[in-house]
């Protein structure tokens, strides 16, 4: 099984490109994720990438800064450098984006509204 899931803060804005691929034109969004340990000062890094309509979601609705929440798998995709030297980078493929973080961070989305009698709590209202 190859699953990851992360809650960071995009490290710069997603950069959406149309490749042509086998059936037809494909959108790419790419992406960087930084992600807190849980102890200690150390931050890791993620390269992401989202295809077709998620990656047009990750482009419309995030910006540098945002925080956001991420499923997916871990894929690597060798290369040999100018160098001649073999790399190994690693990326997150996503298949599950959501928006995470106060109302003040997403504000730039187009989040749906709320159902009907359904009201927003501010984070400041809740006990935890």
Known sequence: MNQIVIKGRLTRSPELKTIQGKNGETSVCSFSVAVNRRFGEETDFFDCQAWGKAGEFVNKNFQKGQEIL???????HPYENKEGKKVYPWRIKTDQIEFCGSKKDNANSDAPPLPEGIEEVDDDDLPF
């Open 70 to 76: 991420i499923s997916g798998e871990m894929q690597c």
